[in-house]
């Protein structure tokens, strides 16, 4: 995975619903004048640093990156809205404050006639942990419910899913589609040229009205299917088309860090409000020598809390008037100090530069007091609790900041990623497989979701006392933990769902947060950086965990910064400015 994000599209170790975002710190600036769509879709590698235009007659190859717009076309599929079976208990104001249910309402189906399919097909998705049973009757029951059509998953190592998928699609050895989280693309070279040279155009089966056939994917967001839009010419706005199905469309803060209360409130700590505080309580509560450690690694997540954000490290200086990276930035500088003291005084694990540690069972098993982590895993660890797995309670630390300064929270409006399907397919493959996506996008309260996230009721989950899916051990396993059928396409609206209390908790801290939320100044666009400023970027980070594992030297700092632009940097730095200034004017 590469790291030119820079603190800020973070990875996730669990691999189940991770969240992204590309936000900027927020700074005064005038207000926004948006220039024509037209003018931002053409915005690519050519506007965007004088190089020559890409062929839309073949296979296209460049490694100097694009700008694409997600927003403003014509071809998308038409809204039609899709009554939901039921109403959230709690109202919030969407994206970035999602509703939620604190009851489960007894479902209802969705799509009343099932199309017949009798197709067989390979679908390649990551996976973290052990494989599942392929021959568990989750599989055929859902098999059977949406249809008949049959798709194998093949599951790969999520570990190193990003980087072998690269390969993968070189060899057209995916099968007939494959999942890629946002997340993943900074692992390919030039991910337009991927996309345009390996996946199925959806763009003549999907545009216009699709809600007689497929009435759930019509009440996708227009925005989900807009971020599924890539152009063979990114010169040409005409060349535009949709090459993915949308996975889910969220908002808010989708990563924390995590404490458990319990281990917090049994050494009389309590929850820190700045940074400052924050390594205090890590000073009192590790212990080294006995094995216990504030947190067992700190890298992705830690950025928000100096300040650090921006796309791909890069933010609009409107003092300076010009694009300014993290890297030189002195918030940059404080912000590998405190990562190095942690290391320094030993309040991190020494394996943590390995990036191997399970943070998640050392938590669970009270060895270490913080994770960095996808909300998720909220609602993940009461549903462990409840069935005598865990003890304790895990809550997240409220937005930090450095210095007395504001803090920052990244908020996430994107989808998570996409399926994406084989060019070779023929046009009725594609609509067979669409008509199973219809059916995956039904949402909370009907039977089709009910099925497809918590399986068979007495088999993979029990309803609770309070009438609410309670996976099985074997659900825990095989349904809720892998990557399967949840991730083929996003459902029509997307809920804080689960435990009642943490829904009702989570719903409340996205309250509490609203105010901290980054600003994007490159909304609407979907930008690839240059690949030597990627490997640059992948440079840089590598860079920094020196330091913050205490391989070089804080001194060091001038050398990394001289070493980033001269490699990539400045050449990003323009590519970057071209982007801000199509969005915002001169």
Request: charged share 20%; hydrophobic share 35%.
């Given at each position: 995975?590469?790291?030119?994000?820079?603190?800020?599209?973070?990875?996730?170790?669990?691999?189940s619903?991770?969240?992204?975002?590309?936000?900027?710190t927020?700074?005064?600036?005038?207000?926004?004048?948006?220039?024509?769509?037209?003018?931002?879709?053409?915005?690519g590698?050519?506007?965007?640093?004088?190089?020559?235009?890409?062929?839309?007659?073949?296979?296209i190859?460049?490694?100097?990156?694009?700008?694409?717009?997600?927003?403003?076309?014509?071809?998308?599929?038409?809204?039609k809205?899709?009554?939901?079976?039921?109403?959230?208990?709690?109202?919030?104001?969407?994206?970035?404050?999602?509703?939620?249910?604190?009851?489960?309402?007894?479902?209802?189906?969705?799509?009343?006639?099932?199309?017949?399919?009798?197709?067989?097909?390979?679908?390649?998705?990551?996976?973290?942990?052990?494989?599942?049973?392929?021959?568990?009757?989750?599989?055929?029951?859902?098999?059977?419910?949406?249809?008949g059509?049959?798709?194998?998953?093949?599951?790969?190592?999520?570990?190193?899913?990003a980087?072998?998928?690269?390969?993968?699609?070189?060899?057209?050895?995916?099968?007939?589609?494959?999942?890629?989280?946002?997340?993943?693309?900074?692992?390919?070279?030039?991910?337009?040229?991927?996309?345009?040279?390996n996946?199925?155009?959806?763009?003549?089966?999907?545009?216009?009205?699709?809600?007689?056939?497929?009435?759930?994917?019509?009440?996708?967001?227009?925005?989900?299917?807009?971020?599924?839009?890539?152009?063979?010419?990114?010169?040409?706005?005409?060349?535009?088309?949709?090459?993915?199905?949308?996975?889910?469309?969220?908002?808010?803060?989708?990563?924390?860090?995590?404490?458990?209360?319990?281990?917090?409130?049994?050494?009389?700590?309590?929850?820190?409000?700045?940074?400052?505080?924050?390594?205090?309580?890590?000073?009192?509560?590790?212990?080294?020598?006995?094995?216990?450690?504030?947190?067992?690694?700190?890298?992705w997540?830690?950025?928000?809390?100096?300040?650090?954000?921006?796309?791909?490290?890069?933010?609009?200086?409107?003092?300076?008037?010009?694009?300014?990276?993290?890297?030189?930035?002195?918030?940059?500088?404080?912000?590998?100090?405190?990562?190095?003291?942690?290391?320094?005084?030993?309040?991190?694990?020494?394996?943590?530069?390995?990036?191997?540690?399970?943070?998640?069972?050392?938590?669970?098993?009270?060895?270490?007091?913080?994770?960095?982590?996808?909300?998720?895993?909220?609602?993940?660890?009461?549903?462990?609790?409840?069935?005598?797995?865990?003890?304790?309670?895990?809550?997240?630390?409220?937005?930090?900041?450095?210095?007395?300064?504001?803090?920052?929270?990244?908020?996430?409006?994107?989808?998570?990623?996409?399926?994406?399907?084989?060019?070779?397919?023929?046009?009725?493959?594609?609509?067979?497989?669409?008509?199973?996506?219809?059916?995956?996008?039904?949402?909370?309260?009907?039977?089709?979701?009910?099925?497809?996230?918590?399986?068979?009721?007495?088999?993979?989950?029990?309803?609770?006392?309070?009438?609410?899916?309670?996976?099985?051990?074997?659900?825990?396993?095989?349904?809720?933990?892998?990557m399967?059928?949840?991730?083929?396409?996003?459902?029509?609206?997307?809920?804080?769902?689960?435990?009642?209390?943490?829904?009702?908790k989570?719903?409340?801290?996205?309250?509490?947060?609203?105010?901290?939320?980054?600003?994007?100044?490159?909304?609407?666009?979907?930008?690839?950086?240059?690949?030597?400023?990627?490997?640059?970027?992948?440079?840089?980070?590598?860079?920094?965990?020196?330091?913050?594992?205490?391989?070089?030297e804080?001194?060091?700092?001038?050398?990394?910064?001289?070493?980033?632009?001269?490699?990539?940097?400045?050449?990003?730095?323009?590519?970057?400015?071209?982007?801000?200034?199509?969005?915002?004017g001169?």
């Amino acid at each position: 995975m590469s790291k030119f994000i820079d603190f800020l599209l973070p990875e996730s170790p669990h691999g189940s619903t991770i969240e992204r975002t590309n936000m900027s710190t927020p700074s005064p600036r005038q207000p926004l004048r948006r220039r024509s769509l037209f003018k931002v879709a053409g915005l690519g590698a050519a506007g965007a640093a004088g190089l020559p235009v890409i062929s839309a007659c073949s296979d296209i190859e460049s490694n100097s990156g694009s700008t694409q717009a997600t927003e403003g076309f014509d071809f998308l599929p038409t809204y039609k809205e899709f009554p939901l079976p039921v109403e959230p208990n709690l109202v919030g104001e969407p994206p970035n404050h999602p509703s939620g249910f604190t009851s489960y309402p007894e479902p209802v189906q969705a799509v009343a006639e099932v199309p017949s399919g009798s197709g067989t097909y390979e679908l390649t998705v990551p996976i973290w942990g052990d494989t599942p049973d392929g021959d568990d009757p989750y599989y055929g029951t859902v098999t059977e419910t949406w249809g008949g059509t049959t798709i194998n998953l093949r599951h790969a190592d999520g570990n190193t899913f990003a980087d072998t998928s690269v390969q993968w699609l070189k060899a057209n050895e995916y099968g007939d589609a494959i999942a890629i989280f946002g997340w993943m693309l900074g692992s390919h070279s030039n991910f337009t040229e991927t996309v345009v040279n390996n996946f199925y155009n959806l763009t003549e089966i999907l545009k216009g009205d699709i809600a007689e056939r497929w009435p759930l994917l019509a009440r996708l967001p227009s925005s989900s299917w807009g971020q599924s839009v890539w152009s063979t010419d990114i010169e040409d706005p005409d060349t535009a088309g949709i090459y993915g199905i949308p996975m889910g469309f969220t908002g808010g803060p989708g990563n924390a860090v995590m404490y458990r209360t319990d281990l917090l409130a049994g050494a009389n700590l309590t929850v820190p409000t700045t940074i400052e505080e924050l390594l205090e309580v890590c000073r009192a509560w590790s212990d080294d020598a006995n094995g216990k450690w504030a947190f067992a690694q700190l890298d992705w997540f830690v950025g928000q809390w100096f300040g650090l954000g921006g796309t791909d490290g890069w933010n609009w200086d409107a003092d300076q008037k010009k694009m300014v990276n993290n890297v030189e930035r002195p918030e940059f500088t404080e912000m590998l100090e405190f990562r190095r003291t942690l290391w320094d005084e030993k309040l991190i694990h020494p394996d943590a530069p390995t990036g191997t540690l399970d943070a998640a069972a050392m938590q669970k098993a009270g060895t270490v007091l913080f994770t960095q982590d996808n909300m998720a895993r909220w609602n993940d660890y009461a549903l462990q609790v409840k069935r005598g797995e865990a003890e304790g309670e895990i809550n997240p630390l409220p937005p930090l900041g450095a210095k007395g300064r504001e803090p920052l929270v990244y908020m996430n409006i994107s989808i998570d990623g996409w399926t994406f399907l084989n060019k070779d397919l023929s046009k009725e493959q594609v609509e067979e497989i669409l008509d199973v996506a219809n059916w995956c996008a039904s949402p909370y309260g009907t039977t089709e979701y009910e099925l497809l996230q918590y399986g068979v009721e007495g088999e993979h989950f029990t309803l609770g006392e309070d009438g609410s899916p309670v996976y099985t051990e074997l659900g825990s396993k095989l349904v809720q933990a892998p990557m399967n059928y949840k991730n083929v396409v996003g459902q029509v609206q997307t809920f804080l769902t689960g435990d009642p209390d943490v829904v009702q908790k989570r719903f409340d801290f996205h309250a509490s947060v609203q105010e901290f939320g980054a600003e994007n100044p490159f909304a609407g666009m979907r930008i690839e950086a240059p690949a030597d400023a990627k490997a640059a970027g992948q440079t840089l980070w590598d860079q920094q965990n020196d330091i913050a594992y205490g391989r070089a030297e804080l001194s060091s700092i001038p050398d990394i910064l001289e070493t980033y632009m001269n490699n990539g940097g400045e050449a990003a730095r323009e590519y970057y400015t071209e982007a801000y200034k199509s969005v915002h004017g001169e």
